[in-house]
């Protein structure tokens, strides 16, 4: 089948590619770097021609509420609309285990994203899973001035984005369900344990402080809501494991 992957070049999306080429599918790439804009819809109606499903994983790295509801609502209007004007069979968004009573911040677009997609004429299954291993690494980032990473309080039950990838290529080759049943990684962990052990196994040294942050958003992350239900699937691969294995050629 003829796959069509926005944000493909992604975190998530990357392994999306590589996942569905490595099944025997056709994938066609939705990203800026081969000039297809999801947010003014150039190179849609091209991109999506043909296609039999589109999985979206684009994704903005925001904490502002409206910044966050602009750019989902705005990114995933546009992929509905080529979609349906391509007749595109299957519509398969990503979305984050948990979320529901986190309306704000970053989570608030995704709710808006959700809420577009099952508005929507078009065919669609929503995969929500847990936060990635990846999001240790991503978090650091934002969040360290000098020898100190300051880390939000956050109960999570990460996953390894190569077996979301799995999870997002197998929904696309089947029927459109609607809301998929959820995913979530092994184990439980907590994040600013997670990038201490980042930290250790490539030898940086630097000190991890956890905080609570303020508001919705910070009672949210600390909530453990973010670590799902007993109802959801259960992936392999655990953050230790995730870490062992990663080369440092990708950190």
Do not use: C
């Not at 996942?19 to 770097?33: C, D, I, M, Q």
């Not at 948990?98 to 709710?111: C, P, V």
């Amino acid at each position: 089948m003829r796959i069509a992957v926005a944000g493909g070049t992604g975190t998530v999306g990357r392994h999306v590619v590589e996942t569905a080429r490595g099944r025997g599918h056709e994938v066609v790439v939705l990203s800026r770097s081969v000039g297809v804009d999801v947010l003014t819809g150039q190179g849609l109606d091209a991109g999506l021609r043909g296609a039999d499903a589109v999985i979206d994983t684009v994704n903005a790295t925001t904490l502002s509420t409206r910044k966050a509801v602009a750019f989902f609502e705005r990114s995933t209007t546009q992929l509905l609309d080529a979609g349906a004007r391509a007749g595109t069979g299957h519509h398969i968004t990503l979305s984050i285990v948990g979320i529901d009573g986190i309306d704000t911040s970053y989570y608030a677009g995704k709710l808006a994203q959700e809420r577009l997609v099952a508005a929507s004429a078009v065919p669609h299954t929503i995969a929500r899973t847990s936060q990635f291993h990846e999001f240790a690494q991503q978090i650091a980032r934002q969040t360290t001035l000098g020898p100190l990473t300051i880390v939000p309080k956050t109960l999570t039950r990460p996953v390894a984005a190569r077996e979301v990838a799995e999870h997002l290529v197998m929904l696309a080759e089947g029927a459109p369900r609607g809301r998929a049943t959820d995913l979530v990684g092994p184990r439980d962990e907590v994040l600013a344990d997670m990038v201490r052990r980042m930290y250790a196994e490539r030898g940086i040294r630097r000190r991890v402080l956890e905080m609570r942050f303020p508001g919705a958003y910070g009672r949210g992350l600390a909530s453990g809501a973010l670590r799902g239900d007993g109802s959801a699937e259960t992936a392999t691969i655990g953050f230790d494991d995730w870490l062992r294995a990663r080369p440092l050629a990708e950190s």
